[in-house]
């Protein structure tokens, strides 16, 4: 770990500081908004999942971080490191994955990283083939480390990529939907080896569309809609901002509604749970729960003895997803 | 920050951009092809009944079959109108479109290379590959030459005889006026490649650009343009075969080469150091 030195004693100077901060961050394409005026506010040490629909702003926003593409205006710092002006300090603790593997196809996947790992003036020419060497292997690709970049498959080209951004001991990791074409078994890969890595202290950050893939693996979210963020925080909080509520399945419901009132909360009427039954003529009741409300046996109780007949109760969490739905639009509704 | 933990490694990226390039099937393909030309000029001419008379022909072509060494003379004659600078139009074009369509540009960029270095390394491997193109026809030439015709005497258009050492340093001179030639070239191959992620679009807009450049030539009505084509000294090696040398032509090109290179370098890094990349 000697050649990491200077960048430990980097971290401590800037410990306290942010991976990634961004402050009215925005990008145009002509008189097209990409990112409007985002601030994010990513930990050191966290796994920060970047949710959004598709085209949202999230790759553009990374590419904008990274200095691939110029801010139209707002400021930005990276590990600590002003973004343009630093980025040739920043960059060699940040290993990316932005918007798909990209590789020379005519050349091996051991040959591909060791062109990339040349790119680096930082990276010590002398343990390049070790280095290159064990993030195959950690990819789970040590195999097809002669083979031809252009005879992999998608999903092997997805774990080169993030081979290629674990070349060195990196700060911080931003994957850009990194299990895209991955199946179910190589997307469990994914996620693990990003435990792995943030076990080492290295933060993540990583664009996803995919609800639980974030849910799953992370600690802290920001939801982007449309350009803007419209939401940023611990899972936590993320969650917590939504409502909890208990749900009714009964055949009287007007009793039930009737009666939840009379305990203090706010019931209504709701459309029953599909396939619960509507041949079954129940219907389905729902009221939010707040702290300072009964307990959910209280009210069960307090149903069944006012003489509504009970067939479902339910006490729902509020998900991630409804909070993501409520935030960015259901469907398959492309931003934009 | 002394010590050797800071020590970079800047060199690397050039190793491994030449590594890249001459690995390449096309590389390859291309340097064969033009290999081919001092091949077959000298088969055809071995095999006709008659040799060809003074005048007839490419230059110099009369001077093959007393002298090997010429038919690399000649071949660099006939590739460098269209043959040559086609090759290099393919590699410089390419430079940066060619990572970008790959999307290897923004991973380089990260990793970080760094814009203007990458820029560098980009033209000192297109420089590399003038040397090798021109080389190649040299090489070919030589060896084609000296095989069939073997290694007489040779005369010079001044009428002065020179030896076969002294036909080796002509024949190289012409190759360096050549090579020298595609610098300017491959400098608006450059930047053009910064213009466009379609790798293709770039080639075959410097290839036109090449005849685009010859036909003005062709115009007299543009006579004033003309000493500023990059294309104005490209068949002007005719004084390095005089005794003894006249240095003229061959300064005054590689002043027009190092204009373009300068000029051109100069529009390429205004363009990339600046650019988004969102390939």
Known sequence: ?336 | MPGEKSRTHGGALLVSELRVLFRRRRTWAMLAALASIPVLMAVVVRLSAEPPGPGEGPPFLDQVTNNGMFVAVTALVLTTPLFLPLTVAVVSGDAIAGEASLGTLRYLLVAPAGRVRLLVVKYASAVAFCLAASGTVLLTGWAIGAALFGTGEATLLSGDTIGVGDAVVRSLLVGAHVTICMLGLAAVGLFISTLTDAGVGAMAAVAVLTIVAQVLGQLDQLAWLHPWLFTHHWLAFADLLREPIVWTSFMQNALLQAAYVAFFGALAYGRFSTKDVLS
Do not use: W
């Open chain 1, 1 to 336: 770990m000697s050649a990491t030195a200077p960048a430990a004693e980097q971290t401590e100077a800037t410990s306290t500081e942010l991976a990634i901060e961004t402050s009215g961050l925005t990008k145009k394409f002509g008189q097209q908004v990409a990112v409007n005026g985002i601030d994010l506010a990513v930990p050191r040490g966290a796994v920060f999942g970047f949710l959004g629909p598709n085209g949202s702003g999230k790759t553009t926003t990374i590419r904008v971080i990274l200095g691939l593409a110029a801010a139209t205006s707002g400021s930005m710092r990276v590990l600590g490191r002003g973004v343009p002006a630093g980025l040739d300090d920043a960059l060699p603790r940040v290993g990316a994955l932005i918007e798909g593997p990209a590789f020379y196809p005519f050349l091996s996947g051991a040959d591909n990283l060791r062109r990339l790992d040349a790119a680096d003036r930082h990276a010590n020419p002398a343990t390049r083939d070790d280095r290159v060497a064990a993030a195959l292997d950690r990819v789970g690709l040590a195999h097809a480390a002669r083979k031809k970049a252009r005879a992999y498959s998608l999903g092997m080209k997805q774990r080169l990529g993030i081979a290629a951004a674990l070349l060195t001991p990196r700060e911080l990791l931003v994957l850009d939907e990194p299990t895209n074409g991955l199946d179910p078994q190589g997307t469990r890969e994914v996620r693990s080896l990003i435990r792995s890595v943030a076990a080492e202290g290295t933060t993540v950050f990583v664009s996803s569309h995919l609800l639980a893939e974030v849910e799953q693996i992370c600690t802290h979210a920001a939801i982007m809609s449309v350009g803007s963020l419209v939401a940023q925080g611990s899972l936590a909080d993320l969650r917590g901002s939504g409502q909890t509520v208990v749900r009714v399945t009964t055949p009287d419901g007007e009793g039930a509604v009737a009666q939840l009132r009379h305990l203090g909360l706010d019931a209504a009427s709701v459309a029953p749970p599909r396939g619960a039954g509507r041949d079954l003529d129940v219907a389905a009741v729902e009221a939010p729960l707040s702290g300072d409300d009964p307990a959910p046996e209280d009210i069960v109780a307090a149903l069944v003895a006012a003489g509504v007949r009970v067939r479902g109760f339910d006490v729902e969490q509020p998900s991630l997803e409804d909070r993501f739905v409520a935030l960015t639009g259901e469907g398959f509704d492309v931003a934009r």
